[in-house]
């Protein structure tokens, strides 16, 4: 079973269209971080969520940190190809050693 | 700053046969990790180490699969023997400290096939 459950697994919109997507667990995160990854490269860090109820933006992407600090969700508005790319999410449990563990990802692809 | 170098980039292999990956990470990064990332799927917890020691290898295949990190400096990450299902993109990360709000850097990778 995953720690962290993401959602949706695939995601295919049109340019200009805005979405949101899920990261769930019925575990307590001391942190989450969202991360994208193009095809051929390493995940690239976007935020890092810290604080229950946090909400984070960076430009037309927004990212928020449920109260409880068991789930998150990334909100893109009027997305771009640019946007393009396998969305992840990773956390570590609270409590104990940081060892960061990732979901699935969403895999988004933005058609102009 | 110069990002966390792997090599090789690619790799084709047979089954039974044997490979090593190496990475070396961004100057000063205390932590690295080896991630196994197959096709469709997040990234996977291999091996992490804090300078030269091993802070956690349970999703390690111990029977087959090994890593160090010797001088707390670069890292090798080796299968032997390779089956099939080992078949992913190897992925080698680093952060400045072991901690929540330390994001991890990453490489680019190597993508193995095992035939």
């Known amino acids: 079973t995953q720690l962290l459950e993401q959602s949706p697994q695939f995601l295919s919109i049109q340019e200009g269209e805005n979405l949101t997507v899920y990261c769930n667990s019925s575990?307590?995160?001391?942190?989450l971080q969202w991360y994208r990854q193009e095809p051929g490269e390493g995940p690239v860090l976007l935020v890092t969520?810290?604080?229950?109820?946090e909400v984070k933006k960076l430009k037309r992407l927004t990212f928020q940190f449920g109260d409880a600090r068991k789930d998150s969700s990334l909100h893109i508005t009027a997305a771009q190809p640019g946007d393009t790319g396998l969305y992840l999410c990773?956390?570590?449990?609270?409590?104990?050693?940081?060892?960061?563990?990732f979901g699935r990802g969403t895999s988004l692809i933005v058609h102009p | 700053e110069a990002g966390v170098a792997q090599s090789p980039r690619y790799k084709i292999i047979e089954k039974r046969q044997s490979v090593a990956f190496w990475c070396n990470p961004i100057?000063?990064?205390?932590?690295l990790y080896w991630y196994q990332q197959i096709l469709g799927q997040g990234p996977k917890l291999l091996i992490q180490?804090?300078?030269?020691?091993?802070?956690?290898d349970s999703q390690l295949p111990k029977d087959r699969f090994s890593a160090e990190r010797l001088k707390g400096v670069d890292s090798t990450l080796k299968i032997q023997p390779a089956k099939l299902e080992d078949s992913a993109v190897y992925l080698c990360?680093?952060?400045?400290?072991?901690?929540?709000?330390?994001?991890?850097?990453f490489g680019n990778g190597t993508r193995l096939t095992v035939t």
């Open positions: 575990s307590v995160f001391s942190s």
């Open positions: 969520v810290v604080t229950g109820g």
């Open positions: 180490f804090q300078n030269n020691g091993v802070v956690d």
């Open positions: 100057s000063g990064h205390a932590t």
């Open positions: 990360a680093s952060s400045s400290q072991q901690g929540r709000n330390s994001p991890l850097h």
């Open positions: 990773a956390g570590a449990r609270a409590g104990g050693s940081y060892i960061p563990t």
